[in-house]
């Protein structure tokens, strides 16, 4: 017997990352009960058990995302501003960036991230509208034609199972597992040119070729002090590893520059600043040489009074964590499974390196004093509770976002296409990281999009929807609609189109083929503060 009793609620959101908490929000806001079923014990996806910062466009502090994504942005900063101590000048900063990292100007700690997103929840839980289950993962889904069913889950706390139904469906899984088990068409991997026509897709379809997981984890440096962790088993193969298309040795501070492909080397020093030196993130520059600490910095100790903290933290997502030895889904549940652990693996390994042999500035070898923090991304080894899922699997949809409308090299001045039936905006270069393909980086300059309503509508079923990475894009353009803030404007968007069908008795193709119910739903989204244009600003 399962500590979770069946049940029917409204809308059944499955997966709790980005996409999932905003689609649950969302629906609750306008009356629907939802229960939210996530397999990790923390909700939250990327910002949280995958432990990446927000990758965000250099706009972000202005406009350019919903106003429940720019609530949780503010309720992290008001979390440090209230528990932490903080500075005067962190206090007074209305754009705190706790971590001060080059690659967000939000950058926090995981574990903070998670106790915001269950405090925005907390309400709606409160008022019997969301359910909230972690620890549980989807076992069988019942399918009637074109309409999904009842699921079942395994409750991974105490190994029984318990089902709930639901008029309406939402995946917001990392990996669009429930489009495999419900048999929703879908893609995987790589479209052909003949498939999309986009000038940067292969000859040839690869399902097999996604993009690189990451696992990430969590260090702080104590001088003096010796970390090192045990030599991992396969530590002597990565530290040899070096792919046909990589400048150097994985394990090493140089590697492609992802825009032009150039060899580029950084160096990591861990602490080495000074109280003043305070960044001002913008992804839409590039900077070369620059200290790898910083990058993904997640708390700056500077932020804090003297005393408060002898040590940053940094959470470590860089080139050398992309694991392209195969996609993590897809294969035999050995093959994803090996995978995994070689990710894994290859993450502890460059930890070891770090401690034992990679170059210090001052010409010596190796930081023993570089510390993991599993009480930061929730976990007692250190590492992320899972992999960061760039790539998930993608509904066949009404309508599919190719390279052709967003490239800034195919629309120029023009900016990205306009859609009809927008449901929110995004802004992000197509970045695609090395693939389990053989594919080097691919990123190329994009113009601020939208995300149409058509891309979040399957070719067939009925009552699913994507609520995540899973929409109608393709392998280049899920490139620029990965990252955090246009995942949460798809979950919420998908939230309040089943919030809709729910109250008014309308099935989400109707609302599609409507042009006044796609009105309704705009109207909707805006009265909620969803964006769905652009102001005038360029590419980057």
């Not at 190719?402 to 001045?413: N, P, Y």
């Amino acid at each position: 017997m399962s500590r979770i009793a069946d049940h029917r609620c409204d809308v059944l959101v499955v997966g709790g990352g980005v996409g999932g908490v905003a689609a649950a929000l969302a629906a609750a806001r306008r009356g629907a009960t939802v229960s939210l079923v996530e397999e990790n014990s923390w909700v939250g996806g990327q910002l949280t058990s995958q432990a990446v910062p927000p990758d965000e466009h250099p706009w972000i502090e202005q406009f350019g995302c919903t106003a429940s994504y720019r609530a949780f942005r503010t309720a992290v900063r008001d979390h440090y501003r209230a528990f932490y101590p903080l500075t005067e000048r962190a206090l007074r900063d209305p754009a705190l960036n706790i971590g001060n990292a080059t690659v967000s100007r939000i950058c926090h700690e995981p574990a903070v991230s998670h106790l915001v997103l269950r405090a925005m929840l907390s309400p709606w839980q409160a008022r019997g509208l969301i359910t909230v289950v972690t620890l549980a993962r989807v076992r069988s889904v019942q399918v009637d034609g074109d309409a999904v069913g009842p699921m079942t889950f395994d409750d991974l706390a105490d190994g029984g199972t318990f089902t709930v139904d639901a008029p309406y469906v939402l995946d917001a899984t990392e990996t669009g597992e429930l489009l495999a088990l419900a048999g929703v068409e879908h893609v995987t991997g790589a479209e052909s040119h003949a498939d999309t026509g986009e000038p940067h897709a292969p000859a040839v379809a690869d399902p097999a070729n996604m993009q690189a997981v990451s696992w990430c984890f969590a260090v702080d440096h104590r001088a003096g002090e010796d970390h090192t962790i045990d030599r991992p088993a396969e530590y002597a193969r990565w530290r040899e590893f070096r792919p046909d298309f990589w400048p150097d040795k994985y394990l090493s501070f140089t590697y492609p520059e992802p825009r032009t492909l150039e060899p580029r080397t950084t160096y990591l020093d861990p602490n080495n600043d000074t109280a003043d030196d305070v960044i001002i993130a913008d992804q839409s520059r590039v900077t070369s040489g620059s200290n790898l600490w910083v990058y993904r910095r997640a708390l700056w100790r500077h932020h804090l009074g003297p005393g408060a903290a002898a040590s940053d933290i940094v959470l470590v997502n860089w080139p050398m964590t992309d694991y392209i030895g195969g996609p993590i889904f897809g294969g035999t549940p050995e093959e994803n499974d090996r995978h995994a652990q070689s990710a894994r693996e290859l993450s502890q390994s460059l930890l070891y390196w770090l401690q034992t042999e990679a170059p210090r500035p001052d010409g010596g070898t190796g930081w023993p004093g570089l510390r993991l923090r599993g009480d930061v991304v929730g976990t007692a080894d250190g590492l992320a509770m899972a992999p960061y899922i760039r790539e998930s699997r993608r509904i066949r949809a009404q309508y599919t976002v190719t390279e052709q409308d967003l490239s800034h090299a195919e629309r120029g001045d023009h900016g990205a296409v306009s859609y009809k039936d927008s449901v929110g905006i995004g802004a992000y270069r197509i970045d695609l990281h090395p693939s389990t393909g053989g594919d080097n980086f691919i990123d190329i300059a994009s113009c601020p999009f939208q995300i149409p309503l058509g891309a979040l509508l399957p070719l067939r079923v009925a009552n699913l929807l994507p609520a995540a990475k899973n929409i109608g894009t393709t392998h280049i353009t899920n490139g620029c609609y990965r990252l955090h803030p246009v995942e949460w404007n798809v979950g919420e968007a998908a939230g309040a189109l089943a919030a809709m069908c729910v109250a008014r008795g309308v099935a989400p193709h109707a609302v599609g083929e409507s042009a006044a119910l796609t009105a309704d739903l705009q109207a909707e989204l805006e009265r909620h503060g969803v964006e769905l244009a652009w102001p005038q600003v360029g590419a980057y």
